[in-house]
C-alpha cells in the first residue's frame, strides 16, 4: 500500500494546478507627440445592449483591452480628458479591432486560452492622430500589439 | 500499366530488418563468433572462482568488450493502468553490455492517452510511436561478482503523437464565458532527455529487474499554433519532468 501511494505521488508530481496564464490582452502603447498630455483615459466596450466600462486609468501610457473571444470584432470607446498647457479638454474616439479568435490548448488544469490573429485595426481621429500595429498575434504573453499616437 | 516498383516497400524493408535480427540473434545463440550471454557468463563464473579483486598490472577492464545483452520491459506503465491511470506507454528496449562498464541501449514503444480532467476537458491521443536511444554506465564495473549493478542513464527521446481536446471553456473577467470548444488535429514532434540513475539485480541464471528515476527535460517539447501536447509517448505527462520505471531483463 505504500508502495502504490508512493508510485501515485510520483506518478503525478508537477501536475497539481494551473500554472499558466490563461487570459490574453490586447495591449496598446499610448505616445503623445506635442505638449499635451493624456490626464485621463475611460474604455467602454461597445455592444448591442450598450456600453459597458472595461478599464479605466489616470495618466495612462498603455491600454489593456480583452477583445470578445466568439466575435471577430471588437470595438471600444475611447473617452480620453488631455491636458493643454493647463486647459482641460475631453475628445471621444473609437477603436475597432477585427480579429480571428482561437483557442489555445495549454494543459488538463488550465484547459484553453484564447489566441488572437488581428486582421485589421483603426482608430476615429478627434485626439488619435496615428495607429502603428506592431504585433499582429495576441496571445497570453505580454507584447504590445499596437502604437497609437494622439 | 503499372511497372513493378524498384525500391523495397515500408513493409518488405520492416521484414528485411527483422529477418537481420533474428538471423543476428540465432547467431548469437549458437555461440558464432560472438559469445552469448550465457557464454560470457558461464566463462565470468568459472573466472570468478579464482578472480582476485585487483586486476592484472596492464589490463584495463575485468570483462569482455561484448559481455552480452539484453532485451527489457518497462512494467511501470502497465502497472499504473491497473492503478487506473487512463493514459500509458509501452516499450521494449535492447541493451548491449560492453565491459560490464557501459550499455548502450534502443528503445522502441507506443503510448496513448484518453484521459479527462476535474473540468471535463477530454485529451485524447491516438496509439502512437516513440524511440529512445542512450547508454547506462555503471559505477561497479571491474567488480568479480557484478551480477547488481548501478549507475547513471542518459538517454534521449523522439515522439510523434496526435491529438484532439474537446469540452473547452475560455473565461475572462469581462466577456465571461466561450464554449465548449474542440481542437482537432494536432500533431506534435516532441524530443526530450532523461538523466538520471538506475539500479539493475540478477533475479537467476537469465532473469534480471531493474528500476530507474530520472529528470526528463524538453528539447523541443513540438508545441503549435493551436496548444502543446499533454502526453507524449514514451515521456508520460508533459508537465511531470520525474520519470520512473521497472524493467524486467531478459539475457539473451
Redesign the interface.
Known amino acids: 500500500m505504500v508502495l502504490a501511494n508512493a508510485i501515485m505521488l510520483l506518478s503525478s508530481c508537477g501536475n497539481n494546478g494551473c500554472e499558466e496564464t490563461r487570459e490574453s490582452y490586447f495591449n496598446a502603447t499610448l505616445t503623445a507627440t506635442g505638449r499635451i498630455s493624456l490626464t485621463k483615459l475611460y474604455a467602454w466596450a461597445l455592444t448591442a445592449d450598450g456600453d459597458s466600462l472595461m478599464t479605466s486609468s489616470s495618466s495612462p501610457t498603455s491600454l489593456e483591452l480583452m477583445l470578445r473571444p466568439d466575435t471577430t470584432q471588437t470595438r471600444i470607446r475611447l473617452q480620453c480628458t488631455i491636458d493643454d498647457s493647463g486647459d482641460e479638454y475631453q475628445y471621444d474616439d473609437t477603436l475597432t479591432i477585427g480579429y480571428q479568435p482561437y483557442p489555445y490548448f495549454l494543459d488538463m488544469e488550465c484547459g484553453c486560452s484564447m489566441f488572437y490573429d488581428i486582421t485589421e485595426v483603426s482608430v476615429t481621429d478627434h485626439l488619435f492622430k496615428g495607429i502603428t500595429i506592431n504585433n499582429s498575434e495576441i496571445t497570453n504573453e505580454e507584447t504590445v500589439n499596437i502604437t497609437l499616437t494622439y | 500499366m503499372r511497372k513493378p516498383s524498384t525500391s523495397p516497400s515500408p513493409i518488405r524493408l520492416a521484414a528485411l530488418v527483422a529477418m537481420f535480427f533474428t538471423a543476428n540473434v540465432s547467431l548469437l545463440a549458437q555461440g558464432s563468433s560472438i559469445p552469448t550471454t550465457s557464454a560470457v557468463k558461464e566463462k565470468r563464473a568459472e573466472g570468478d572462482a579464482t578472480a582476485s579483486a585487483t586486476l592484472p598490472e596492464g589490463q584495463k577492464y575485468r570483462y569482455a568488450t561484448f559481455n552480452g545483452m539484453s532485451v527489457s520491459f518497462n512494467l511501470?506503465p502497465p502497472?499504473?493502468n491497473l492503478?487506473g491511470?487512463d493514459y500509458g506507454s509501452y516499450e521494449g528496449t535492447l541493451t548491449i553490455d560492453l565491459h560490464r562498464r557501459f550499455f548502450p541501449q534502443a528503445t522502441a514503444g507506443v503510448g496513448y492517452c484518453n484521459?479527462e480532467?476535474d473540468?471535463f476537458?477530454r485529451?485524447h491521443s491516438k496509439m502512437r510511436p516513440f524511440l529512445k536511444a542512450g547508454m547506462l554506465y555503471n559505477f561497479k564495473y571491474n567488480e568479480p561478482a557484478a551480477d547488481d549493478i548501478w549507475g547513471v542513464l542518459l538517454r534521449f527521446g523522439y515522439a510523434y503523437s496526435e491529438a484532439n481536446?474537446s469540452n473547452?471553456?475560455?473565461?475572462?473577467?469581462?466577456?465571461g464565458e466561450?464554449g465548449p470548444?474542440s481542437?482537432d488535429g494536432?500533431k506534435f514532434h516532441s524530443v526530450w532527455m532523461e538523466l538520471g540513475g538506475f539500479i539493475k539485480v540478477q533475479i537467476s541464471k537469465h532473469l534480471s529487474a531493474g528500476w530507474d528515476l530520472s529528470w526528463k527535460p524538453f528539447l523541443h517539447r513540438g508545441s503549435v499554433?493551436?496548444?502543446?501536447p499533454?502526453f507524449v509517448p514514451g515521456y508520460?505527462?508533459?508537465?511531470?519532468?520525474?520519470g520512473?520505471g521497472f524493467h524486467v531483463y531478459f539475457d539473451l
Do not use: E, N, P
Not at chain 2, 225 to 228: A, D, N, S, T
Open positions: 511501470f502497472v499504473m492503478f491511470k484521459a480532467s473540468d476537458v485529451y481536446v473547452l471553456y475560455y473565461t475572462d473577467a469581462f466577456w466561450t470548444m481542437i494536432m499554433r493551436q496548444g502543446k499533454y508520460g505527462v508533459a508537465t511531470s519532468q520525474i520512473m
